[in-house]
Structures are given as C-alpha cells and as structure tokens.
C-alpha cells in the first residue's frame, strides 16, 4: 500500500473513481454538453414545433440584421460598464478601504449591512425596492419626498437604467467588498506602521502601499464581473423585464425572450452562442494572466 | 489587533467621522429591511412608516387556504423551497467532499485536465447555457421537475464547491491520514472518520452558502417549471410582484417578503463569518 503522495501519473483506482464519477457526470452534462449544444442549436430554426433543421448560419446572419440589435448593444456596455465602475470597483473598495480604517466593531457591522442585499433572496430584494420606489403617494422615497412637498416620481419608468444600475450594484459592491477587504487584512500591518513611522500620511499610505498591493484583485474583480455582468439578467428581467419598449432589454435576457417568450431557440442560441464563445475566451485569458498554475500544486491552507 | 494600532489611520476623530459617514451612507438601506418588517404587522402599512397599531392580518396567508384564486397554499410552496434548497445543499456537499479528497490527495491521469476545467468553469457565465440545458433536461424527461433543476443548480455550482473542498482537505496534514491507513483502516473509511470531522467547518460554510443560493434561486425555476404545484417562494413571491391590484396590499406583500425572507437572513447571520475564509476568488490567495 501507498501511503505517500504518488507522484508518477497513473489511472485512478476504480473505487476512487467513483468518489469522482457524480462530480463529473453532473459538470459534463449540464456544463460541457450545454456549451456544445448552443453551438449546434443557433445553426437551426428549432422553434415551437421542435424540429432539429439545420439552416447553417441563417441565425447569424439575422443577428446582423435584427434592428433592435445596436440598442440592445448600447444597453448592454452601459450596464455592464457602469455598474462595474461605479459598484464593483467604486463602490466595493471604497468601503472596503473606509471600513479597513475602522476598528474592529464598526467595520464589521457596517460590512454586515452590506452584505445583507447579496444574502437576501433576490426576488425579495427587488420587492424591497418596487415598494420603496412605487410611483404612487404611499412608496417610501414619494413619502419622503412628499415630506419636503415635492411632488411623487415614478424612478423605474423615468430612469430604468439609473435604477437598474443601482439595484444590481448594490449586491456587487459586496463581492468586491469581501474580496478586497480580504486582501487588505492580509497586508502585514508592520508594513503600514513602519511608513507611519517614516513619516507617510493616510493619504500616502492608501496611495502608495494599498492600492499598488490590491492590484491583483481589482484585476481579478474586473474581469470575473465582466462576464457575470455581460451573462447576468435577472434583476433587469424583475425590474422592467426590459422595457419600456426594448428601452432595458440587455444582450442574454434578449435571447431569453426570444428563446421562452417566442420558442425562437435557435436565434436565441446564436445569441448565447455569442456570449459563450466570449465566455470560453474571457476565461482562458484570465487563466493565463492570474497564472493559476501556483494553485494546481499547493493550494491555499484554510485555517478552517 | 485592529482598532487603535491598524496603521490606516490612527486618529479617534477620525474613526468617529469615518464612522458616522459610513453609517449615514448605510441608512438607505437599513431603512429599507426596517420597513419590511414593520410595514408588515402595521395596522396601516400604507399611510404611515411608523406603525399606528399592531396587527397579525397582513400574515393571514399562513392560515388561509391561499391568498388568492390561482395561488397555491403557502406551506407546499416553502414545502417546495425547502426540499430544493436542501436537495442542493446536500448534492452539493456531498459530490464535493467526495470529488475534493481525490483530487487534493491523488496524483493521477487527467487530474490536471480537471483542475484546469473546473476553474476555468468557474469563471463561466452558467446563465448563458440556460436554453441548451432546457433542451437537455427535455430530453431526460426533467423539464418541469424540481428534481432536474436541483441537478442543474448543483453543476453550475459544483466547480466552485470542488475548489473549496480541495482546498479544505489540503489543509490537513498527511500524517493524519497516513497513520489511519497504517493501522488499516482502508480508503472510504480514512475518508469518512478521520478527514471529514476535520473539516467540519469547511462543511458548514459551504453547506449554508448551498442551501442560501438555492433557497433564493429564481430564473432556472420560473423557466423551467410550470405546474403551480412546483412553485417556490421565489416564484410566489415574484408572482404577487407582478400583480397590480395585490401590489397595493403593501402589509400582505411585505409580511410574505418577510417570511421568505427570515430563513435566509437566519443563516446569513451565522454564515457571513466563513466569507473571507471561502476562496471566492481564487485569484486574491
């Protein structure tokens, strides 16, 4: 019997197989044959009546053509744009810093706040908002406003987006709190004090020794959102499900409607397709450049 | 440790107003929760944020048949939530501790490959392949069950459990196992009795964040089930939304948002402690 890590690359013993075999044929099934399936799918005109026929690159060629194309473009880079600079990156290592320079009590109970929107259902959270954004006299900021004697709005039809970006950034803005005040705690505070001791302000200190430090995970952040902002839709999808009139429609809830709104799969799969080939790109470039390679061999050592 | 002596800033003034900014900037959404909940045993949730009376009527779903013709009675349908949530849970759990030991202990053919996938997945926008999985779970005879987008739930999310997994059990020591195995113990057993009881925490963590992102899953559910009778309070909820005339009844909406809502916030409060520890990204290590 082996009892030492074997280090020549043999086959898995069969028992050990099995502790894998759930793992695998989950991921295989509902990951690697979807990402092949919408390839194949967007090259039919599988609609309502389920029927594979293949029209090459019929599907794409419409995409081209498809007039609500530009705008759905336009709305989705704003989105994902503003959301990603306001929230995620903004947002998120604002209040990581800012909470980072509290002591201990304080920070964790306002970094608890901030968590809270991500842990909460997500169709709770859009009710939350629906009631404190109601158009009419009874929603809570018509009622504050009513307060100072100005008159009700409707935010959500007025200015879908604002609200959208909002809404969403919100729950961003804590993954990047999490990540970036994990990796401002696992700066050695003698690194900090002896700059103060140097004579460095607060300023200097954020300035010169955190952000240089934290430029992995904001690299990490940017990328990682990126394409979870690009892919993701459901708060758009609870908010204005895309209107008024294709005003919020973004890139995947677009193929979603057209896939279980009209039964238009294979242009909706033209449409993921699109997203997965950029998707699969995104990925792999982010495995070259974070060199991921360190972890593959001797992995972090939780103290769990 | 922190406090007085952290090195950002060391001014007690400065605390204070740092502070009280951060709190001023919190107050929106403090506001928001508070109001859930009073709004929700206010006599008269719709004129005032303050309650003027205290009532139990706006939580009357929990007693009648249902709220509505056309909704289904409220306990099948956290029945439902429920039974899926810990359905993912336990899948996940359970795959991932299995999976996870073989691949931080063994050396062998296509573990690279695997490792390599899966954290490449991980990055993946899932979402994207929501139509093909529709057309996978068709053909297994899935669609419409909420035992087909358990399953899906939990392979979108299995690359990022085997990750944390792994990285739990390269945590323990080889000797641990090392001894179990000399004194004869064989593979499954090592596995069960000695590795699993230490890894308890890294069990817990992710056992609560899997039954949290199931028990608020919403988009696969509402695409792929249908029949009323597989709805789960995401899917209730999102449906009293979505209803202009019970959209008025602000204590029924916000006394049902509640009641999804405690279980979470229940967990969360025990959860939140593990986050830093969980590698969320892997890359900030």
């Keep these: 019997m082996r009892i030492t890590p074997v280090t020549k690359r043999i086959w898995l013993p069969a028992p050990l197989l099995l502790f894998l075999l759930p793992s695998l044929l989950l991921i295989v099934v509902f990951f690697v044959v979807p990402i092949s399936l919408t390839g194949i799918i967007s090259l039919t005109s599988l609609d309502y ?116 970006v909002l809404v969403n950034g919100l729950t961003g803005a804590s993954l990047g709190l999490v990540i970036f005040t994990a990796a401002i705690e696992s700066i050695p505070r003698d690194l900090l004090r002896a700059a103060r001791v140097d004579g460095a302000t607060t300023l200097h200190i954020v300035w010169r020794i955190i952000l240089p430090l934290l430029r992995w995970p904001v690299m990490f952040v940017t990328t990682y959102q990126t394409l979870s902002l690009l892919a993701s839709f459901e708060a758009v999808l609870l908010l204005t499900n895309g209107g008024p009139f294709y005003a919020t429609e973004v890139w995947t809830l677009y193929a979603y409607h057209h896939a279980f709104a009209f039964s238009a799969f294979g242009y909706g799969c033209a449409m993921t397709f699109v997203l997965v080939l950029i998707g699969s790109i995104v990925s792999l470039l982010y495995w070259r450049v974070f060199r991921f390679t360190h972890l593959l061999q001797t992995p972090p050592i939780e103290n769990g | 440790m922190r406090g007085e002596d952290d090195g950002i800033t060391q001014h007690r003034g400065a605390h204070r107003v740092l502070t009280a900014a951060l709190a001023l900037l919190s107050i929106p959404i403090v506001l928001m929760y508070l ?157 069960y009795r000695i590795l699993l009881p230490q890894i308890r925490p890294g069990i817990t963590a992710l056992s609560l964040f899997a039954f949290l992102s199931g ?23 999102a449906s009293i939304l979505g209803e202009g005339e019970v959209f008025v009844d602000y204590g029924l909406i916000t006394a049902v948002g509640l009641f999804y809502m405690l279980p979470a916030l229940v967990l969360f409060t025990l959860a939140h402690k593990y986050l830093v520890r969980l590698p969320f990204g892997v890359g900030t290590r």
């Design chain 1, 49 to 164: 009546r389920f029927r594979w026929d293949f029209v090459g690159l019929t599907n794409f060629l419409m995409l081209l053509q498809d007039t609500i194309i530009p705008r759905v473009l336009l709305n989705t880079g704003v989105y994902v744009f503003t959301t990603l600079l306001l929230f995620h990156l903004g947002l998120g290592l604002g209040l990581a810093l800012l909470t980072a320079a509290l002591p201990e009590r304080p920070a964790v109970i306002l970094r608890l706040i901030w968590l809270l929107p991500r842990f909460t259902p997500s169709v709770v959270y859009i009710l939350l908002w629906r009631l404190l954004l109601d158009p009419t006299t009874y929603g809570l900021l018509n009622r504050v406003r009513a307060a100072f004697g100005a008159a009700p709005v409707d935010l959500l039809t007025e200015h879908p987006w604002s609200v959208i």
């Design chain 2, 35 to 191: 109001w859930l909940l009073l709004a929700s045993v206010n006599r008269d949730s719709l004129s005032s944020f303050l309650p003027t009376g205290w009532t139990l009527h706006h939580w009357r779903f929990l007693w009648l048949a249902t709220i509505k013709p056309g909704y289904p009675n409220i306990w099948v349908v956290t029945g439902n939530s429920l039974l899926f949530a810990i359905a993912v849970m336990v899948l996940e759990v359970s795959m991932a501790l299995l999976a996870g030991y073989v691949l931080s202990r063994w050396q062998f053919r296509g573990r690279l490959l695997l490792l390599q996938g899966t954290l490449l997945l991980h990055a993946f926008p899932a979402i994207t392949l929501i139509i093909a999985v529709f057309f996978i779970l068709r053909a297994l005879r899935l669609l419409h069950t909420l035992a087909g987008v358990m399953l899906v739930k939990v392979a979108l999310e299995l690359p990022f459990a085997l990750w944390v997994m792994k990285g739990f059990f390269d945590g323990i020591p080889w000797q641990v196992e090392m001894a179990a195995l000399v004194d004869g113990a064989n593979r499954f057993t090592t596995w």
């Design chain 2, 215 to 237: 028990w608020g899953e919403y988009v696969f559910l509402v695409t792929f089930i249908l029949d009323k009778s597989g709805w789960t309070l995401s899917r209730y909820v």
